[in-house]
Each structure stands twice: as C-alpha cells, then as structure tokens.
T-cell receptor
Framework: GIQVEQSPPDLILQEGANSTLRCNFS?????LQWFHQNPWGQLINLFY???GTKQNGRLSATTVATERYSLLYISSSQTTDSGVYFC??????????FGTGTRLTIIP | EPEVTQTPSHQVTQMGQEVILRCVPI?????FYWYRQILGQKVEFLVS????????KSEIFDDQFSVERPDGSNFTLKIRSTKLEDSAMYFC???????????FGSGTQLSVL
C-alpha cells in the first residue's frame, strides 16, 4: 500500500543547532505539505511544496518528486520549534496521507 | 490571517451518545475536510466535502458518521452513537483548491467514557 515514512522518529537538539527531517513516499505525488504540530496540538501548515525548494525564515524545504523524498531544514533551532513535524502527501485524490512524524525536542 | 475555528475545544460524552463537532472554515474556501488523530498516532483522513456533497471518505467514516453544512458558514461532523474507540482529536480543515494547501483548525478533543 501507499506509505509515507519520516525519519528520524525522534530528535533532541540543543537550542541553536540545525536539523534535517526527511520524508520518503512510496508513489508519485501531486503535492506535499509540511506541518508542525505544537505542544498544544495545533497543526500549522509550514510549506506547500510539490517540488523544488522554498524558504520561510529559519525554515526551508526541498522536495525531489522524481526520487520520492522531501527534506525539511530547521536552522538555529529555538525552543518554540519543539513539537511533531508531519509531512503529508496527496496521491491524486483529495485526501492527504500523513507520515509517521518526527518528534523534535529543543533543549534550552 | 484568516483561520479555521472549531468548537468545542473539548467534549466528554458517554458511550452511545450522539455528538456534533462544529467548524467554521476560512470564508473563501470551498473544500472542507475532517481528520482525526488518536493519541500518539498519525493524523488520519475521514471525509472531504464540496458543493454540499461528500466527495471522498475513508473506511473509518462509516454509517455512524455524517457531515453537514447547515448554513453558509458552519461545517459539522456528527457521530450518531459514540464508541470508546472514537476518542481522538478531531480536526476540521479547509482549502481553496482540492488537494492544495490545507489549513487546520485547533481541533476538538473528544473523550468517550
């Protein structure tokens, strides 16, 4: 079946460090989105990125659709970056299929 | 920035009772969705809704579930007879174009006792 896998499952970093989160998907996708679920449970859309590279402040994302992966980069981490990061893909229908998530903990 | 709003933020109910979860999508969005997240697990698609009709649903969305847009602004999810396994965070979402950038509400935590 269709799979969306994220790595690493857990990441603990010191404040100020950089990190790379990976999302692999098993089939061609129409689009890919990255979300941050904060400690209060809110899902914040970070990027809509079916292909190419986008940057927003300290965050950037790259999707290589032909190789079926996407990367989320977080630079100069802050404690407010803590939470779970999900990638979610659309395989040609309306629903988003979410990945397994990466739990990021930033230690002051 | 416009946002999706959901009420209530928490709902506790007894098994077998009906619950209605409410959502106000972003005003110029035409595509509406419900997702749910069981504690500690990933987010799962339930249903999508466009032009007053269900356009897609998952196998989770059985006869116990229904959705409605009762007026020009609200979008509701009804669970007719709740089960213990319905306990989860329920998220409403909306988008301008199907399958494109999705905006989520802050969720309703449903606890079935």
């Amino acid at each position: 079946g269709i799979q969306v896998e994220q790595s690493p499952p857990d990441l603990i970093l010191q404040e100020g460090a950089n990190s790379t989160l990976r999302c692999n998907f098993s089939d061609s996708v129409n689009n890919l989105q990255w979300f941050h679920q904060n400690p209060w449970g809110q899902l914040i859309n970070l990027f809509y990125i079916p292909s190419g590279t986008k940057q927003n402040g300290r965050l950037s994302a790259t999707t290589v659709a032909t190789e079926r992966y996407s990367l989320l980069y977080i630079s100069s981490s802050q404690t407010t970056d803590s939470g779970v990061y999900f990638c979610a893909v659309n395989f040609g229908n309306e629903k988003l299929t979410f990945g397994t998530g990466t739990r990021l903990t930033i230690i002051p | 920035e416009p946002e999706v709003t959901q009420t209530p933020s928490h709902q506790v109910t007894q098994m077998g009772q009906e619950v209605i979860l409410r959502c106000v999508p972003i005003s110029n969005h035409l595509y509406f969705y419900w997702y749910r997240q069981i504690l500690g697990q990933k987010v799962e698609f339930l249903v999508s809704f466009y032009n007053n009709e269900i356009s897609e649903k998952s196998e989770i969305f059985d006869d116990q579930f229904s959705v409605e847009r009762p007026d020009g602004s609200n979008f509701t999810l009804k669970i007719r007879s709740t089960k213990l396994e319905d306990s989860a965070m329920y998220f409403c979402a909306s988008s301008e174009v199907p399958g494109e950038k999705l905006f989520f509400g802050s969720g309703t935590q449903l606890s079935v006792l």
